[in-house]
């Protein structure tokens, strides 16, 4: 599968993003979904992951409240909305894939570059 995230851009603290990650080449409805992040000079940070039917969903405690992640089986999109953003979530972030049965997120996207300012 293929994932194109998109979404990143500059923002102030306390402001909003939402990212997107569009999916092609599979059935997109068999994979379980997630969003990471890595800041510079750090290494890569589990954010969330969104079951294959969207029904469950399991964040990070830094970004509970904050964070809202989502999927539409339909449009073979992911969603990651960020609210209250602070500057400590200034990352590159990235949506993957594994098949359900998967222990390992096997397929990644390019990631988008987050920046929140102080």
């Known amino acids: 599968v293929q994932l194109q995230a998109s979404g990143g851009g500059l923002v102030q603290a306390g402001g909003s993003l939402r990212l997107s990650c569009t999916a092609s080449?599979?059935?997109?409805?068999?994979?379980?979904m997630g969003w990471f992040r890595q800041a510079p000079g750090k290494e890569r940070e589990f954010v969330v992951t969104?079951?294959?039917?969207?029904?469950?969903?399991v964040y990070v405690d830094s970004v509970k409240g904050r964070f809202v992640g989502s999927r539409d089986n339909a449009r073979n999109t992911v969603y990651l909305q960020m609210n209250s953003l602070k500057p400590e979530d200034t990352a590159v972030y990235y949506c993957?894939?594994?098949?359900?049965?998967?222990?390992?997120?096997?397929?990644w996207g390019q990631g988008t570059q987050v920046t929140v300012s102080s």
């Open positions: 993957a894939a594994k098949e359900i049965n998967s222990r390992r997120y096997e397929y």
């Open positions: 969104i079951t294959s039917d969207g029904g469950t969903t």
């Open positions: 080449g599979r059935t997109f409805s068999n994979y379980v």
